[in-house]
């Protein structure tokens, strides 16, 4: 039954309680520093770039003291469909028109080029980062800290009226459903194969998608009960929609927290000035230099 552990591939939705540097900030602090590192990841047009957010990413799991193979083991439920958008990023030589670029292999329609090499870089460690920097958040934030966050953070919206507690209740309920419907689906699979049904992992990501199909039905139906029931559940305690509530715990910004701004800030800046595309070029230089005869 080992095929059929997932949840123990789901790192986002879980709390790792432990007496950290990054546990301690507040949730505010966390929801800013993620939103940003992944902005500024996402418009790095640089491999050295991506893979400096990349070394920053790990950094971050290695400071908050959380168990490092179960975060870096989040990426395996992807990286089936990474790879596979990886060698198409790179045998059909995407970007291989563009100025500067220098063919490495070619045949017939295969084009592997130094822009399709660096593509296939910056993708890797694009996703490996925003997978792992949202696993580190629900890592070291609780679903009320994440939730009360949010809603402070949206708050000077609701002028314009955006619901702040409806979308920070909604992204709370997203987040703690993600380990909920990795279970459901592994009892769905354990109890499709205790009736003779052939689901195993194998090589061929096409036989193991057709596998999983028969699985989506009565996934999908139970998911909608559980929504069902969560909302007569909302509905039973008396749930409104933007009520002005009060809150019992109430959000402090320390010193801690402005120390990791100004860090938070000072990486931004390094990441954004650093002349990373010059490096990707100079690296490239040196590996494609012929050696004198």
């Not at 205790?194 to 194998?202: H, T």
């Not at 036989?207 to 009565?218: D, G, H, K, Y």
Request: hydrophobic share 55%; net charge positive.
């Amino acid at each position: 039954m080992e095929d059929f552990e997932l949840l123990r591939h789901v790192t986002i939705g879980h709390y790792f309680p432990v007496a950290s540097p990054v546990h301690r900030l507040d949730a505010r602090v966390k929801l800013i520093g993620v939103v940003v590192l992944v902005s500024v990841l996402v418009t790095l047009q640089s491999a050295c770039g991506a893979l400096a957010g990349l070394a920053i990413t790990l950094a971050l799991i290695a400071l908050a003291r959380v168990d490092v193979r179960f975060v870096l083991g989040g990426l395996g439920p992807a990286l089936p469909i990474l790879v596979f958008l990886a060698v198409l990023q790179l045998v059909f030589g995407w970007g291989a028109r563009a100025a500067g670029c220098e063919s490495l292999w070619a045949w017939w329609i295969l084009n592997v080029t130094t822009c399709s090499v660096q593509a296939v870089v910056i993708l890797l460690a694009r996703f490996a980062a925003l997978i792992w920097l949202t696993s580190l958040l629900t890592l070291t934030s609780t679903l009320s800290e994440l939730a009360r966050g949010i809603e402070w953070l949206l708050r000077p919206w609701q002028r314009v009226g955006v619901p702040a507690d409806e979308l920070a209740m909604v992204f709370t309920l997203a987040l703690r459903f993600v380990p909920t419907l990795a279970l459901e689906m592994e009892k769905v699979l354990k109890a499709q194969a205790a009736r003779g049904a052939a689901i195993q992992r194998g090589a061929n990501p096409i036989t193991r998608t057709r596998q999983l199909l028969p699985v989506l039905i009565p996934l999908f139906v139970n998911t909608l009960r559980r929504t069902e029931a969560l909302t007569a559940a909302l509905e039973a305690r008396g749930y409104v929609g933007g009520a002005h509530r009060t809150h019992y715990v109430r959000l402090r910004f320390r010193r801690a927290d402005a120390v990791a701004l100004a860090c938070l800030a000072g990486i931004i800046l390094g990441l954004l000035v650093i002349p990373f595309g010059v490096l990707d070029q100079a690296i490239w230089n040196g590996l494609l230099a012929r050696p004198p005869r």
